[in-house]
T-cell receptor, first 114, second 114 residues
Framework: DAGVIQSPRHEVTEMGQEVTLRCKPI?????LFWYRQTMMRGLELLIY????????DSGMPEDRFSAKMPNASFSTLKIQPSEPRDSAVYFC????????????FGNGTRLTVT | AQSVTQPDIHITVSEGASLELRCNYS??????LFWYVQSPGQGLQLLLK??????LVQGIKGFEAEFKRSQSSFNLRKPSVHWSDAAEYFC????????????FGKGTHLIIQP
């Protein structure tokens, strides 16, 4: 079991550029979650999908953020245009969705916007 | 709305001493409760979870936690800490095991003194 795979591990970009973060969930997991971690706000749920369909995107900070899940094995989180305040660690997690199924997290993407 | 409070931002414990990390939650129904651990540069790893039944739950790495409904608490304990336990610990609450996003506390940073 390879676990949840995120890429890239680190991303440094200039303000105004487009950033795309990628996630491959654990095979067979029906739920996929995107979280953002900052010192000030801790871990915040941005959006989650069930069977590739977005269920709750109320945590997405603004229209500059968008997420897609074109198939069961791939999801992207895009920021366009990026701003320095978007600097954070972005985590992807997946789960089976049952009562006894916790979230499994990837190692995160550390984004720095200068 | 659900919320989690971890009152201690940092805790320092001597190696071999006992540990208790505090967690209080606010939730309208019976909560699903979790403790996760995060090592530097890594994602979150599940330590243990509570859904129902016995209020004392055992997890990995020798950790345990006790659900106390009357106190809205789910404190994490370990009888004897090891230097490798130094990490960030997060308490989380959710309404479903893995079928919706979790709400996390801000975390407690555990420092182990030799």
């Amino acid at each position: 079991d390879a676990g949840v795979i995120q890429s890239p591990r680190h991303e440094v970009t200039e303000m105004g550029q487009e950033v795309t973060l990628r996630c491959k969930p654990i095979s067979g997991h029906d739920y996929l979650f995107w979280y953002r971690q900052t010192m000030m706000r801790g871990l915040e749920l941005l959006i989650y999908f069930n069977n590739n369909v977005p269920i709750d995107d109320s945590g997405m900070p603004e229209d500059r953020f968008s997420a897609k899940m074109p198939n069961a094995s791939f999801s992207t989180l895009k920021i366009q245009p990026s701003e320095p305040r978007d600097s954070a660690v972005y985590f992807c997690a997946s789960s089976l969705g049952g009562d006894n199924s916790p979230l499994h997290f990837g190692n995160g993407t550390r984004l720095t916007v200068t | 709305a659900q919320s989690v409070t971890q009152p201690d931002i940092h805790i320092t414990v001597s190696e071999g001493a006992s540990l208790e990390l505090r967690c209080n939650y606010s939730y309208g129904a019976t909560p699903y409760l979790f403790w996760y651990v995060q090592s530097p540069g890594q994602g979150l790893q599940l330590l243990l979870k509570y859904f129902s039944g016995d209020t004392l739950v055992q997890g990995i790495k020798g950790f345990e936690a006790e659900f106390k409904r009357s106190q809205s608490s789910f404190n994490l304990r370990k009888p004897s800490v090891h230097w490798s336990d130094a990490a960030e610990y997060f308490c989380a609450v959710g309404s479903g095991g893995g079928a919706d996003g979790l709400t996390f506390g801000k975390g407690t940073h555990l420092i182990i003194q030799p």
